[in-house]
């Protein structure tokens, strides 16, 4: 089944929202490693990781139904933050705009009839499930912890070892 030219042209988008999406992980790692919190910029790194690992499903999948893919350029990532907690409010901003972008995609899906997509998409928006979970639970924690520096210490050891995702997804991305 051909791929229809608006979702075509949807999926290469989201392509680019992923690596975008990398780059803005990228950046809120490079900002953690100026601070003493090594395991938030870890955090931020497997992240950035897991988004590359995103456009290259999407990448995939266009290459596999036949249809062009089309690389358009990413746009320089936000590089200043004032604290922790504003790493993650930006991150949960993000992760929120990336499950509207997947949720319009799986609706133009749903128009065209395209469940081949549509399994894709699902596989997606519960990704983004968790991702927005995820997030949600670490800044959530960070406000309690405010500014006693021992409670932010412990939660930078926790965010240092979340790295099952990315590793089970990169397994998934493979097959
Ligand atoms: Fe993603
Ligand atoms: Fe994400």
Do not use: C
Not at 10 to 18: A, G, K
Not at 32 to 54: C, L, V
Not at 84 to 110: C, R, Y
Request: proline share 3%; no cysteine; aromatic share 10%.
């Amino acid at each position: 089944m051909t791929l229809n030219p608006k979702l075509a042209k949807l999926l290469n988008e989201q392509i680019n929202n992923e690596m975008s999406s990398s780059y803005v992980y990228l950046a809120m790692s490079a900002w953690f490693e100026q601070t003493p919190y090594s395991g938030f910029a870890q955090w931020m790194f497997n992240q950035s990781r897991e988004e590359t690992m995103h456009a290259l499903k999407f990448y995939q999948y266009v290459v596999d139904r036949d249809a062009a893919v089309v690389l358009q350029p990413i746009a320089k990532p936000k590089a200043d933050f004032k604290s922790p907690i504003d790493v993650f409010e930006h991150s949960l901003k993000q992760e929120q705009k990336v499950t509207q972008q997947i949720n319009d995609l799986f609706e133009v899906a749903e128009q065209v009839k395209d469940h081949a997509s549509k399994n894709l998409l699902l596989w997606f928006l519960n990704e983004q499930m968790e991702e927005e979970k995820s997030v949600k639970d670490m800044l959530d924690r960070l406000k309690l912890a405010g500014n006693d520096p021992a409670s932010l210490l412990v939660l930078d050891r926790e965010a240092a070892q979340r790295k099952g995702a990315t590793e089970s997804q990169e397994a998934d991305a493979s097959h």
